[in-house]
């Protein structure tokens, strides 16, 4: 099946803007915050919200103590004042684009004019225009509402800012024909034009089209109307678990647009939910293979391998007889720490609910596989020597407090951060720091080789490797991870700061392989992985230009790179036969 993606779908400017000023809020530690009215119309953003102590004050609720942040939609001028009052914070998130129409509805209305706003009666970015009306408001909505308006001398007319073109239009024509004096200002947002002409293009691409959104947002149902009105079969889904697959998958192409108030991540599941509906049809072989793939993927136990994988490796490149005993530290330990940070991680039901399905349904086999993994990754450290054990149980304790208090009282007041996973970029950090510990320590100090400029390089080679693929799934989960607070990379430096940093890395990485197998401090096995290097570079360019996207097949590909490592130091080995 061909998908199709419109390129205005996701979050227009006023609601990233409002849902930006409110995180910003929630990350400087601000007390209690309000939000006058739901932020924005989507019910998974707001839930997550909720879960981060965000509360909703209802219009005419007693105003409590604390920030208030007014939505994007905007609040009638009473009871912005009503706010001012109360004497509290108050953070305006209006959009700038609602805020000019009550701009020209304040500065008519205060010579008298009468307006009129072409929208819906109900939907609150209208209530508030209508509070800077001076009661002398009107919305019309149909051409009823305009015949059943009394006679006006002088009057405006403005749009909500989510309003279809051809409405407003349509009112326009029936207004001016009874009122030509009507000044008229075509208020509706840029953007939101922009939406509506694509759905039009985008029906005459598909056979389908499928709109994602909230089902009380008004821009998103006025682009299943528009839709629905060019005869395209449409579907309005919230999340990607309402796709009716089997029905979708009768067509060849289908195309997807959103609301304003969508976010990137559902946008993003529902798109590789469709990509990926040919796995889906009960009894295929397809269907069984891809089950099969999902779960040796989803379980962790590729990249558990991969691991292994990576401290094979680095044996070979201190020159240290492989073991089996290494391998599976490494293995056993990541299973289970990777298991863990999953069940721990409030953004991966935003970031991967085909993997937080999958945990949900496996729940009882990864607890106790992990569980076990985790008593038999430190049971192997404590056969190799108190060394090892004590490298396993370190980065272990490491990993199980990441989420919790440790911080000292004086200095998490003074820095704000409480736990280790709060600090900017920390996971990426102690991931790859962990992996190269696991994968290229253990086996040297195990070993009658002693650490040497060899050890350092293999050191680098794990955890480079690990850093530039930690780096590009925080990229690609950089929207789920700031609502629910997480300090990635990726938030701190930005996408496309990150991005410059990983390619960069990999381009170091290349140049520390080369480099230090020609200056002998490495075997010859350093030329050949160098091909790791450029097999990052490879994948990082292919997101980057949107050849691969988030899905099973990128994140298989990022994770095959530890293999690749691993059958290019087999091929290379003198061991093998030994082992």
Not at 26 to 41: F, K, M, R, V
Not at 210 to 225: A, K, P, W
Not at 369 to 388: N, R, V
């Given at each position: 099946?061909?998908?199709?993606?419109?390129?205005?779908?996701?979050?227009?400017?006023?609601?990233?803007?409002?849902?930006?000023?409110?995180?910003?809020?929630?990350?400087?530690?601000?007390?209690?915050?309000?939000?006058?009215?739901?932020?924005?119309?989507?019910?998974?953003?707001?839930?997550?919200?909720?879960?981060?102590?965000?509360?909703?004050?209802?219009?005419?609720?007693?105003?409590?103590?604390?920030?208030?942040?007014?939505r994007a939609h905007g609040i009638p001028l009473q009871e912005r004042r009503r706010l001012?009052?109360?004497?509290?914070?108050?953070?305006?998130?209006?959009?700038?684009?609602?805020?000019?129409?009550?701009?020209?509805?304040?500065?008519?209305?205060?010579?008298?004019?009468?307006?009129?706003?072409?929208?819906?009666?109900?939907?609150?970015?209208?209530?508030?225009?209508?509070?800077?009306?001076?009661?002398?408001?009107?919305?019309?909505?149909?051409?009823?509402?305009?015949?059943?308006?009394?006679?006006?001398?002088?009057?405006?007319?403005?749009?909500?800012?989510?309003?279809?073109?051809?409405?407003?239009?349509?009112?326009?024509?029936?207004?001016?024909?009874?009122?030509?004096?009507?000044?008229?200002?075509?208020?509706?947002?840029?953007?939101?034009?922009?939406?509506?002409?694509?759905?039009?293009?985008?029906?005459?691409?598909?056979?389908?089209?499928?709109?994602?959104?909230?089902?009380?947002?008004?821009?998103?149902?006025?682009?299943?109307?528009?839709?629905?009105?060019?005869?395209?079969?449409?579907?309005?889904?919230?999340?990607?678990?309402?796709?009716?697959?089997?029905?979708?998958?009768?067509?060849?192409?289908?195309?997807?647009?959103?609301?304003?108030?969508?976010?990137?991540?559902?946008?993003?599941?529902?798109?590789?939910?469709?990509?990926?509906?040919?796995?889906?049809?009960?009894?295929?072989?397809?269907?069984?293979?891809?089950?099969?793939?999902?779960?040796?993927?989803?379980?962790?136990?590729?990249?558990?391998?991969?691991?292994?994988?990576?401290?094979?490796?680095?044996?070979?490149?201190?020159?240290?007889?492989?073991q089996f005993t290494y391998f599976f530290v490494a293995f056993f330990y990541v299973y289970?720490?990777?298991?863990?940070?999953?069940?721990?991680?409030?953004?991966?039901?935003?970031?991967?609910?085909?993997?937080?399905?999958?945990?949900?349904?496996?729940?009882?086999?990864?607890?106790?596989?992990?569980?076990?993994?985790?008593?038999?990754?430190?049971?192997?450290?404590?056969?190799?020597?108190?060394?090892?054990?004590?490298?396993?149980?370190?980065?272990?304790?490491?990993?199980?407090?990441?989420?919790?208090?440790?911080?000292?009282?004086?200095?998490?007041?003074?820095?704000?951060?409480?736990?280790?996973?709060?600090?900017?970029?920390?996971?990426?950090?102690?991931?790859?720091?962990?992996?190269?510990?696991?994968?290229?320590?253990?086996?040297?100090?195990?070993?009658?080789?002693?650490?040497?400029?060899?050890?350092?390089?293999?050191?680098?080679?794990?955890?480079?490797?690990?850093?530039?693929?930690?780096?590009?799934?925080?990229?690609?989960?950089?929207?789920?991870?700031?609502?629910?607070?997480?300090?990635?990379?990726?938030?701190?430096?930005?996408?496309?700061?990150?991005?410059?940093?990983?390619?960069?890395?990999?381009?170091?990485?290349?140049?520390?392989?080369?480099?230090?197998?020609?200056?002998?401090?490495?075997?010859?096995?350093?030329?050949?992985?160098?091909?790791?290097?450029?097999?990052?570079?490879?994948?990082?360019?292919?997101?980057?230009?949107?050849?691969?996207?988030?899905?099973?097949?990128?994140?298989?590909?990022?994770?095959?790179?530890?293999?690749?490592?691993?059958?290019?130091?087999?091929?290379?080995?003198?061991?093998?036969?030994?082992?």
């Open positions: 099946m061909k998908v199709v993606l419109a390129e205005t779908a996701g979050f227009c400017i006023g609601v990233k803007r409002a849902l930006e000023m409110v995180l910003k809020a929630i990350n400087e530690n601000q007390p209690q915050i309000y939000t006058y009215g739901p932020l924005i119309h989507n019910p998974q953003v707001l839930e997550l919200l909720r879960e981060r102590g965000i509360r909703i004050l209802k219009p005419g609720e007693e105003i409590p103590a604390g920030l208030v942040v007014i001012e009052e109360a004497g509290g914070r108050i953070i305006d998130a209006t959009c700038p684009r609602v805020a000019k129409v009550q701009a020209i509805i304040r500065r008519w209305a205060a010579k008298g004019y009468a307006t009129l706003i072409v929208g819906d009666a109900d939907h609150p970015e209208v209530r508030g225009l209508m509070g800077y009306t001076e009661d002398r408001g009107y919305v019309v909505s149909t051409s009823q509402d305009v015949a059943d308006l009394p006679d006006l001398s002088e009057l405006i007319v403005v749009a909500q800012t989510t309003q279809s073109e051809c409405q407003f239009e349509a009112r326009v024509q029936e207004i001016t024909a009874r009122f030509p004096q009507a000044q008229i200002f075509n208020t509706i947002c840029d953007a939101t034009a922009s939406r509506q002409a694509e759905v039009q293009e985008l029906s005459r691409q598909a056979e389908a089209l499928i709109v994602v959104g909230g089902r009380n947002s008004g821009n998103t149902q006025r682009l299943v109307e528009i839709s629905q009105g060019t005869g395209i079969p449409t579907y309005h889904v919230e999340t990607e678990q309402e796709l009716d697959l089997v029905e979708i998958s009768r067509y060849q192409s289908v195309a997807v647009t959103a609301g304003a108030s969508t976010p990137n991540w559902l946008i993003g599941n529902v798109v590789n939910t469709l990509k990926h509906a040919w796995a889906f049809r009960p009894g295929s072989w397809t269907n069984y293979l891809y089950r099969v793939w999902r779960f040796f993927l989803k379980s962790n136990i590729y990249v558990a391998i991969g691991a292994g994988c990576l401290s094979y490796t680095s044996s070979l490149l201190q020159q240290v007889e492989p289970a720490m990777h298991l863990l940070n999953h069940f721990t991680d409030k953004a991966s039901k935003l970031n991967d609910p085909v993997q937080t399905m999958f945990y949900g349904r496996h729940r009882r086999f990864l607890l106790v596989t992990g569980f076990l993994s985790a008593l038999i990754a430190l049971g192997l450290g404590a056969y190799l020597g108190l060394l090892p054990f004590i490298f396993v149980l370190v980065m272990s304790g490491i990993g199980l407090m990441y989420s919790f208090k440790i911080i000292p009282e004086r200095l998490a007041r003074s820095t704000g951060i409480y736990r280790l996973n709060e600090i900017p970029g920390s996971k990426t950090m102690f991931t790859a720091v962990a992996w190269g510990v696991l994968a290229a320590l253990i086996p040297v100090v195990c070993s009658v080789q002693e650490i040497s400029g060899a050890t350092a390089i293999a050191f680098f080679f794990v955890a480079g490797m690990i850093f530039i693929r930690s780096g590009l799934f925080e990229i690609m989960a950089i929207e789920g991870d700031r609502v629910v607070g997480k300090e990635t990379l990726a938030i701190a430096l930005g996408k496309e700061r990150t991005f410059t940093l990983l390619v960069i890395g990999s381009l170091a990485f290349v140049a520390m392989l080369l480099g230090s197998a020609w200056a002998g401090v490495i075997p010859s096995l350093g030329y050949a992985l160098s091909l790791s290097g450029f097999y990052m570079l490879g994948y990082l360019i292919l997101y980057h230009r949107g050849l691969m996207e988030s899905s099973l097949m990128l994140e298989s590909l990022v994770e095959g790179n530890m293999i690749l490592a691993g059958v290019l130091a087999f091929i290379w080995d003198p061991y093998n036969f030994i082992l």
